[in-house]
């Protein structure tokens, strides 16, 4: 899939900023069609700071960050639907004044769907995007890659997940078999902490933190659980290091 890009990846790069930090954002658009950035994380005028920028221009903003959470940004030119699909958005975490308490380890996944075109090398097929029912859902971007790529983890270890549910269409239902969140934020912002939690559940653009460990050595699936979009990809692995044997989820 021809894919749009914030750099050369997709998702963009992970932004982690502080409340009271001013974030500078520039935006060089070297394509032939206008672009822009939308941050979540700003309290801004949308039309002076998130326009378009014309090919070949290069156009700078900033903000401050007033608000602590797991934020989403992406392309908001319309139509907004098809510049997302093509891979335009990121994850920005915004952490408290004073930053966020330390753990052993922290994981950043941003979900995404993929509507793909039957010739290869194309862009977001358009009718499939508009039907809403994506060919492929993944974290970071590759169907099931830490399926085949398990992430090593410590047991017993503190594992900090951030998560973003980008879309532009489905939504998240993070679980990690095996465990139980000790604590989750809705949204990333310590003011609305949970406990216990089973489940994220992410609408398109919502984010949200948990923090967990891992009780035993074995392996540990994590995937969205609504499994239409666990099967198309939407599924990983976390593997401590003194793990015995295989597992498929």
């Keep these: 899939m021809k894919v749009w890009t914030f750099g050369d990846r997709v998702p963009g790069p992970v932004v ?19 672009h822009s950035i939308d941050f979540h994380a700003a309290r801004i005028a949308p039309n002076r700071a998130f326009r378009d920028v014309a090919p070949g ?13 797991v934020f989403m940004y992406h392309c908001g030119t319309a139509p907004v639907v098809h510049h997302i699909a093509n891979g335009m958005y990121g ?8 930053g966020l308490a330390p753990v052993d ?3 950043a996944f941003v979900q995404s769907d993929f509507y793909v075109s039957d010739t290869p ?12 029912i994506p060919d492929v859902v993944a974290f970071n971007g590759y169907a099931a890659q830490y399926k085949d ?6 047991r017993g270890e503190t594992i900090r997940a951030f998560v973003l549910a980008a879309g532009p269409n489905t939504w998240s239902a993070f679980h990690v078999v095996g465990t139980i969140f000790d604590r989750a934020w809705q949204d990333g912002n310590p003011a609305n902490e949970q406990v216990g939690n089973q489940t994220l559940n992410l609408a398109a653009s919502q984010g949200s933190i948990a923090e967990f460990r891992l009780d035993e050595e074995g392996i540990y699936p994590f995937v969205t659980h609504d499994f239409t979009n ?16 295989t597992m498929s989820h």
């Design 16 to 34: 982690r900023v502080r409340v009271g930090d001013t974030v500078r954002a520039s935006i060089t658009n070297k394509t032939k069609m206008p």
């Design 57 to 69: 221009e290069t156009f700078g903003f900033e903000f401050e960050a007033t608000t602590p959470g």
């Design 91 to 98: 994850m920005i975490i915004v952490e408290p004044e004073g």
């Design 105 to 107: 380890r922290e994981l």
């Design 121 to 132: 090398g194309m862009p977001a097929d358009d009718a499939k995007l508009m039907s809403g």
């Design 149 to 154: 790529t398990p992430i090593q983890v410590e």
């Design 230 to 245: 666990a099967a198309k990809g939407a599924v990983g692995l976390l593997r401590t290091s003194g793990a015995q044997g």
